[in-house]
């Protein structure tokens, strides 16, 4: 059983910023192998890639966040961050972690909310 939970959402202004942390645990899985990123999803759309990367540091962004987005990663913790920058209203979302190692285990997610 693998545990993924996030946090850091929350309402903040335009241009602001945010920092979303993912804690994963359990058994039966290697983190060492794991990619976790973090995906979003808006009210009506897809839930869509924000940003991945790998336990050797390896990262994949989506190409319109990249720049104002930043993902990182304890390894030692199997935790994953979000460092989210200038902030805009359509960034809007609720965001999920992601933990991929042959499945793809899932949190429950954190609500981000950019409004004045």
């Known amino acids: 059983q693998v545990h993924v939970v996030e946090s850091g959402g929350g309402l903040v202004q335009p241009g602001g910023s945010l920092r979303l942390s993912c804690a994963a645990s359990?058994?039966?899985?290697?983190?060492?192998?794991?990619?976790m990123g973090w995906f979003r999803q808006s009210p009506g759309k897809q839930r869509e890639l924000v940003a991945l990367?790998?336990?050797?540091?390896?990262?994949l962004y989506s190409e319109s966040l990249k720049g104002r987005f930043t993902i990182s990663r304890d390894n030692a913790e199997n935790t994953v961050y979000l460092q989210m920058n200038n902030l805009k209203p359509e960034d809007t979302a609720v965001y999920y972690c992601?933990?991929?190692?042959?499945?793809?285990?899932w949190g429950q997610g954190t609500q981000v909310t950019v409004s004045s």
């Open positions: 992601n933990v991929r190692s042959g499945v793809d285990y």
């Open positions: 359990g058994s039966g899985i290697d983190f060492r192998l794991a990619i």
């Open positions: 990367i790998s336990s050797g540091g390896r990262t």
